[in-house]
T-cell receptor, first 112, second 113 residues
Framework: GENVEQHPSTLSVQEGDSAVIKCTYS??????FPWYKQELGKRPQLIID?????GEKKDQRIAVTLNKTAKHFSLHITETQPEDSAVYFC???????????FGTGTKLQVIP | KAGVTQTPRYLIKTRGQQVTLSCSPI?????VSWYQQTPGQGLQFLFE???????NKGNFPGRFSGRQFSNSRSEMNVSTLELGDSALYLC????????????FGQGTRLTVV
């Protein structure tokens, strides 16, 4: 089955710096890669996603890049703010969302 | 419109008991997936239901089962509870379109003592 590795497990950055979270997947048939943000005590919420026919997608301070050959994708957050502090999960999906495997999460702490 | 609703929010059970959790998806969403979230294992996929049929299943023992009703509401059952089943159980609903967003409920916090 699919295996998704996510690194780092924890990440501390100074406010205003950039944060990068990386994920690798094993199933070359995976074609949809969402990223979820989960604030403490709250439900995961989709922040950005990318499909396998796209190499990069950007939404304001958040961007995701995908390298299909190497089977890895990354989340980039620029100009981090304290409200970016949360746990971030990557996921790799086949068939849109039929078979989904999540990474183990990255706890991001933005220090004011 | 109303989001994904999970009941109950908190549950304490004893080892060996069974438990049923409920998930009401967003109106119009026909796909419901269940996940187990623990500090050490992150989010692990349990199963997905669509039109009352289980479409996919994760790597969990047969003690974990589920079903979906004609109104798309879903239930998850865990029999013969073990201490290791203590976790946050999340469900997510989706319209079942390619690459569409999955919306999560608040989860049910299950504690097995």
């Amino acid at each position: 089955g699919e295996n998704v590795e996510q690194h780092p497990s924890t990440l501390s950055v100074q406010e205003g710096d950039s944060a990068v979270i990386k994920c690798t997947y094993s199933d070359s048939a995976s074609n949809y890669f969402p990223w979820y943000k989960q604030e403490l005590g709250k439900r995961p919420q989709l922040i950005i996603d990318i499909r396998s026919n796209v190499g990069e997608k950007k939404d304001q301070r958040i961007a995701v890049t995908l390298n299909k050959t190497a089977k890895h994708f990354s989340l980039h957050i620029t100009e981090t703010q304290p409200e970016d502090s949360a746990v971030y999960f990557c996921a790799a999906c086949r068939g849109g969302y039929q078979k989904v495997t999540f990474g183990t999460g990255t706890k991001l702490q933005v220090i004011p | 419109k109303a989001g994904v609703t999970q009941t109950p929010r908190y549950l304490i059970k004893t080892r060996g008991q069974q438990v049923t959790l409920s998930c009401s998806p967003i109106s119009g969403h026909r796909s419901v997936s269940w996940y187990q979230q623990t500090p050490g294992q992150g989010l692990q996929f349990l199963f997905e239901y669509f039109s009352e049929t289980q479409r996919n299943k994760g790597n969990f023992p047969g003690r974990f089962s589920g079903r979906q009703f004609s109104n798309s509401r879903s239930e998850m059952n865990v029999s013969t509870l073990e201490l290791g089943d203590s976790a946050l159980y999340l469900c997510a609903s989706k319209m079942m379109t390619e690459g569409g967003e999955a919306f999560f409920g608040q989860g049910t916090r299950l504690t097995v003592v």
